[in-house]
C-alpha cells in the first residue's frame, strides 16, 4: 500500500504532517489555539470548563496521531487482532488518564498554571463516560488500558448510548434516577460518518437454489437500520500503542427515511421512524447481574453485533486470505453473553453470504469465539424467548435451530443411552414460550469458556456447565482470575502513594509490571517509610471527608476507622448485612457507660451504588442506610463514634477517591454468588484491609497477601446449599442480635417500620436466601477483631503496607497476558515512530 503513493507526495505530506507537543511551551500554543478557534473562546471568557475542553482538545491531538500510526502499523504488519465485544465500556474520566500515560501531566500543570488554572480542578470538570453497571464494564475499560499497554492489536467494540448509568441523587434517603445525558461535551470520540453499517431486522426467510444448485437462504424484507461508527483512541501507559474502542450509534438508513409518508404530507410519522431507528443506541440497560429480556435489548444486541461483525469481515477481507485463515488472523472475546448472537451472525455471513459449507464455516467460527462468564446468578443468565427472535431475527433463529440439532446429534452419539443429558443441554429450553439459552450457545460457539476467579470457575464447571464438561471435557473450560490496571487504581487514584513506591524502588516500572511491588516489603520496618505510608493514608481520608462534607454536610473525623462498601446495591452483594452490622454497633454504644464508650473505636461507615430502577428490595436497602445515618449522624450520645454516610452516584472517579480513604473495606456476598469482584482488589492496592467471605477473588487475594492480613468471616461456598436446603423445610433460628437489630426497626426508630417490613420479612419468613441471619454472628465478631486491631496502628500499618507489596498478582496486565496465551492466541506488536 505504501508504495503505491508517488514519493513527492509523500514528501509533501510529510513535510506537513501534525506534530505532538512535548514542551511546555508547544503545549500552552496548542491549548490557546484550540480555545480560540475550536471552542471559540477567548483571554476574557475561558472559564474552568473551557480549559478542560482545550486541555483535552490538545491532548487528543496528540492520541490521535499515535493513534493513526498505530492503526497504520497494525494493518501494514497484518498479524493476529483482538477485538473485545461488550455491551459496557465503565470507562470514568479519560483526560487525566491521558495526561499520566503519554506522560505529561506535569508539562499540563506548569502550562495550565501559566494560564490561571490548577490541572486538578481542570481535571474534575470532566464528565465520566459511564457506559456500564459496574463490575463488568469496568474490567472491559481495565482491558482496553492493557491491552493498549502491553501493545496488544486490539479493538474494543461496544454501543455508544446516549444516555450512560443513570445519575443517583438521594431525596428524602430515596434513590432518585437522572438521565446521564452525557454526550454534549465528549471531546474523545471522532465520528466515523462514511463508516456505516445497514443492519437488519424482522422480515423473512427465502429458501432458493443458487448457481451451484446448492439450498441457500436470504432474508429479506426487514427493517433497515444504519450502524454509524464513532472512535475513541486508547493510549498504553508509557508505548506509543494507541488502541481504537469503537462505538456504534444507531440512526435511520437514509434509504428508509419514508419518503411516501413525506410526500403525503405525513412529516410528523416520518419523522417518528427516524427516531424509532435512533432509540437503539439510546440507554444502556440499567441492570448489574439481572435480564429481563426486552426486545429493545435483544435489539441493541444484534445491532452491535451485526456493525461489529461485518467490520471485522470487510477488514479480513480486504487482505484476500483465505477463510480458514480467519481465525489465525483474528481472535473474538464475548464479554458474557451479551455478544453471542455475533457466533451466529459469523455463521450466518459465512454460508449465506460467503457460500461456505456449514462444516467448514463452523469450524472457522469456533476457532475465532472465545466467551467468558462474570456470574453464576440465575436471574443473570439471558434466555430469549424464542417468538421474540422467530419476530426479530427470523434466519438466526433458523441457524441457532442448525447449530443445536448438529451438536444435539453429536451429544446423542456420544452418549447414546442418556436422554436427559439432551433436554439439559439443548440451547433451546422446550418452557413456554420456548426459550433460547445464550450461554450454552456460546459455549457451543467458542473453543475456550472462562470464568473470572478460581472459585467461580470451578463452580462453572461442577454445577452451571457440568454437562458441558463431560460433553467436551475440561480443556474447553478454563479460569483467568480478574485483575485491574494499576495506572488507573495506584498511579492515578493515589498519586503520592505511587509516588513514595517509586521512590523506594528507584523508578516507576512497577507500573508496567507490578510484581515489582514486592521489593516495598523490604521497607516494611522502616520507620520513615511507614511514616509517610500513614500520612498518605490520612491525607487521602481528609480527601474523602472533605467531599463527604461537600456532598452531605456531614462531618466526619479523619482518625476514625473509615469502613467502606461501595458496589453495585444487590441482595447478593448484601449491603444489609452491613447496615444490620451498623444498627448492632449503634445499638450497643448506646447501651453502653460513658467509661466503656472510652474504648470504643470511632467508626465512619461509608456506603456508596446504584439500584436498579426496578429493583425495589436493594432501593429498600438503600432507604435503610439512609434513614439509620439520619438516626445515628444526629444522635448526641454517639458523637464521632459512629457516623454513617451515604455517598450518592457511586462512579468511577469518585471510587477514584474513596478506594485510597479506605482503611477496610466490604467484600461481604454470600459465598459461592461473587464472580470474581474486583474493588477489593482496588482497595487492596491502596493500602486499606478488607473484610470479606471466601468468595470470588477475595480468596485468591487471601492466598497472596497471606490470612493474617485479611478478616474472613461466615459460611464457605460448600456449605451455602444446604443452609437453604434447611431454611426451606423450617430448620431456621433467627440470630439473636440480629433480632436485636430487628426490635429497633419495628419499634421505628429508624421511620416507619413498614417500610423496611419486605427486608426483615425475607430473612425471617422466606428462608433468609443470602444467609444473613447464619453469617450474622461471625460478621460481628469479625468486626470486633478488626476494632482491635485498628487500636494497634503500628501493626496495622505493616499490615496495610505487607498486602499492597503482595498484590501484583491481580495487575490487569496478568490478565491479559493470560488471555493472549491460552485464548486468543496473539502476540504483542510494537508500534515505532
Ligand atoms: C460482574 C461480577 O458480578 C463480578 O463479580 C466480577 O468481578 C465482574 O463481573 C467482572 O468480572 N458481573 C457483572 O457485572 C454482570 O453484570 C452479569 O454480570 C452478566
Request: with cysteine.
Amino acid at each position: 500500500v505504501e508504495a503505491s503513493i508517488p514519493e513527492p507526495l509523500r514528501e509533501a505530506w510529510r513535510k506537513h504532517s501534525a506534530t505532538e507537543f512535548t514542551t511546555k511551551d508547544e503545549f500552552e500554543k496548542d491549548l490557546v489555539r484550540h480555545i480560540e478557534t475550536t471552542l471559540a473562546r477567548s483571554l476574557y471568557n475561558c472559564d474552568e470548563l473551557a480549559a478542560y475542553s482545550g486541555t483535552a482538545l490538545a491532548f487528543r491531538d496528540r492520541l490521535i496521531i499515535e493513534w493513526n500510526k498505530t492503526q497504520q502499523r497494525q494493518t501494514f504488519t497484518d498479524q493476529k487482532r483482538v477485538y473485545y465485544l461488550s455491551l459496557e465500556f465503565l470507562m470514568g474520566r479519560t483526560l487525566d488518564n491521558a495526561m499520566l500515560n503519554v506522560g505529561l501531566k506535569d508539562v499540563a500543570r506548569d502550562g495550565l498554571s501559566d494560564l490561571g488554572f490548577r490541572v486538578e480542578d481542570v481535571i474534575n470538570q470532566e464528565h465520566d463516560a459511564a457506559l456500564g453497571n459496574g463490575g463488568l464494564g469496568r474490567l472491559a475499560a481495565c482491558f482496553l488500558d492493557s491491552m493498549a499497554t502491553l501493545n496488544y492489536p486490539a479493538w474494543g467494540y461496544g454501543l455508544r448510548y446516549r444516555y450512560g448509568i443513570f445519575k443517583q441523587e438521594i431525596v428524602n434517603g430515596y434513590q432518585v434516577e437522572i438521565p446521564d445525558y452525557w454526550l454534549d461535551n465528549n471531546p474523545w470520540e471522532f465520528p466515523r460518518h462514511e463508516i456505516t453499517v445497514d443492519i437488519q431486522f424482522y422480515g423473512n426467510v427465502k429458501k432458493y437454489q443458487d448457481e451451484n444448485g446448492r439450498i441457500s437462504h436470504s432474508w429479506e424484507d426487514g427493517e433497515i437500520v444504519q450502524a454509524v461508527a464513532y472512535d475513541v483512541p486508547i493510549p498504553g501507559y508509557g508505548t506509543k500503542t494507541t488502541n481504537n474502542l469503537r462505538l456504534w450509534s444507531s440512526k435511520a438508513s437514509s434509504g428508509e427515511f419514508d419518503f411516501q409518508k413525506f410526500n403525503a404530507g405525513d412529516y410528523e410519522s416520518a419523522v417518528a421512524d427516524q427516531q424509532r431507528a435512533e432509540t437503539i443506541s439510546a440507554v444502556l440497560y440499567p441492570n448489574d447481574n439481572l435480564e429481563r429480556g426486552k426486545e429493545l435489548r435483544l435489539k441493541q444486541q444484534y445491532f452491535w453485533c451485526a456493525a461489529s461483525l461485518f467490520d471485522i469481515v470487510r477488514r479480513f477481507k480486504k487482505t484476500k486470505r483465505a477463510w480458514g485463515e480467519f481465525p489465525d488472523q483474528i481472535a473474538i472475546q464475548l464479554n458474557d453473553t451479551h455478544p453471542t448472537l455475533a457466533i451466529v451472525e459469523l455463521q450466518r455471513i459465512l454460508i449465506d453470504k460467503e457460500g461456505l459449507e456449514w462444516d467448514e464455516a463452523w469450524s472457522v467460527v469456533t476457532k475465532t469465539f472465545g466467551y467468558t462468564n462474570h456470574t453464576v446468578l440465575p436471574e443473570a443468565l439471558e434466555k430469549w424467548s424464542v417468538p421474540l427472535m422467530q419476530n426479530l431475527l427470523p434466519r438466526h433463529l433458523q441457524i441457532i435451530y442448525e447449530i443445536n440439532l448438529f451438536f444435539l446429534q453429536s451429544v446423542e452419539k456420544r452418549f447414546p443411552n442418556d436422554r436427559d443429558i439432551l433436554s439439559r443441554v439443548s440451547i433451546i429450553e422446550e418452557s413456554h414460550p420456548k426459550m433460547v439459552r445464550m450461554a450454552y450457545l456460546a459455549i457451543i460457539g467458542s473453543h475456550k469458556v472462562n470464568g473470572v476467579a478460581e472459585l467461580h470457575s470451578d463452580l462453572l464447571k461442577t454445577t452451571l456447565f457440568k454437562d458441558f464438561v463431560k460433553i467436551y471435557g475440561p480443556d474447553r473450560f478454563t479460569n483467568v482470575t480478574n485483575g485491574i490496571t494499576p495506572r488507573r487504581w495506584l498511579h492515578q487514584a493515589n498519586p503520592r502513594l505511587s509516588a513514595l513506591i517509586a521512590e523506594k524502588l528507584g523508578s516507576y516500572d512497577f507500573l508496567k509490571d507490578l510484581t515489582l511491588l514486592d521489593k516495598i516489603e523490604a521497607f516494611v520496618d522502616d520507620k520513615a517509610f511507614r511514616e509517610e505510608w500513614a500520612v498518605i493514608k490520612r491525607e487521602n481520608k481528609l480527601r474523602l471527608a472533605k467531599h463527604i462534607k461537600a456532598t452531605t454536610g456531614f462531618d466526619v473525623n479523619p482518625n476514625a476507622l473509615f469502613d467502606v462498601q461501595v458496589k453495585r446495591i444487590h441482595e447478593y452483594k448484601r449491603q444489609q448485612l452491613n447496615i444490620f452490622g451498623v444498627i448492632h454497633r449503634y445499638l450497643s454504644i448506646k447501651a453502653m457507660s460513658a467509661e466503656e464508650k472510652k474504648k470504643v473505636v470511632p467508626r465512619v461507615s461509608i456506603f456508596g451504588g446504584k439500584a436498579a430502577p426496578g429493583y425495589w428490595m436493594a432501593k429498600t436497602i438503600i432507604h435503610l442506610i439512609n434513614k439509620v445515618a439520619d438516626v445515628v449522624n444526629k444522635d448526641p450520645e454517639i458523637g464521632d463514634l459512629l457516623k454513617v454516610i451515604f455517598i450518592a452516584d457511586y462512579n468511577v472517579s469518585k471510587a477514584e477517591i474513596i478506594c485510597p480513604a479506605s482503611d477496610i473495606s466490604e467484600h461481604i456476598s454470600t459465598a459461592g454468588t461473587e464472580g470474581s469482584g474486583t474493588s477489593n482488589m482496588k482497595f487492596v492496592l491502596n493500602g486499606g484491609l478488607i473484610i470479606g467471605t471466601c468468595d470470588g477473588a477475595n480468596i485468591e487475594i487471601t492466598r497472596e497477601i497471606g490470612e493474617q492480613n485479611i478478616f474472613l468471616f461466615g459460611n464457605l461456598a460448600e456449605d451455602v446449599e444446604d443452609l437453604r436446603h434447611r431454611h426451606f423445610y423450617g430448620d431456621f433460628k433467627l440470630d439473636p442480635q440480629l433480632e436485636r437489630v430487628f426490635d429497633a426497626i419495628k419499634d421505628n426508630v429508624f421511620g416507619d417500620k413498614a417500610d423496611f417490613s419486605a427486608l426483615i420479612s425475607s430473612i425471617e419468613e422466606h428462608g433468609d436466601y443470602y444467609l444473613v441471619s447464619d453469617d450474622f454472628n461471625s460478621y460481628i465478631t469479625t468486626h470486633e477483631m478488626v476494632d482491635e486491631a485498628f487500636q494497634n496502628q503500628e501493626e496495622w500499618l505493616a499490615k496495610s503496607i505487607t498486602s499492597v507489596a503482595r498484590m501484583g498478582f491481580f495487575s490487569m496486565d496478568r490478565v491479559t497476558n493470560e488471555y493472549a496465551d491460552s485464548i486468543w492466541n496473539v502476540e504483542p506488536l510494537d508500534v515505532k515512530d
